[in-house]
């Protein structure tokens, strides 16, 4: 079993930038795709963002250019900087991690996934 821990979120202003970060509890995930998802309010969980093992990236389109995932593997840590918020970014933001390789685009490509954080961007 592998617990995620979400941190970062909050509010900030249209315009503004926020860093994501997730690390697992007690191992690490060297091995594992690591992906961001996020899920608004009456509206499904959509894909954002994943980092492979070997540190391919993938974006969704309505966040290319303004987002940045990164992995850490010595400290264990994933990251996702968000810049150029816009009022409809706001979600909870999840992170979400699989062994290997997977169908990084949609949820169930994942095994372990973290509480969520809040993302909130007021125009």
């Known amino acids: 079993q592998v617990q995620l821990v979400e941190s970062g979120g909050g509010l900030v202003q249209a315009g503004g930038s926020l860093r994501l970060s997730c690390a697992p509890a007690?191992?690490?995930?060297?091995?594992?795709?690591l992906g961001w998802f996020r899920q608004a309010p009456v509206k499904e969980r959509e894909f954002v963002a994943a980092i492979t093992w070997s540190h391919s990236t993938y974006y969704a389109d309505s966040v290319k250019g303004r987002v940045v995932i990164s992995r850490n593997d010595a400290n264990h840590t994933v990251y996702l900087q968000m810049n150029s918020l816009k009022p409809e970014d706001t979600a909870v933001y999840y992170c979400a991690a699989v062994r290997g390789y997977s169908n990084y685009a949609k949820p169930d490509g994942y095994d372990y996934w973290g509480q969520g954080t809040q993302v909130t961007v007021s125009s």
């Open positions: 007690g191992r690490t995930f060297n091995s594992f795709t």
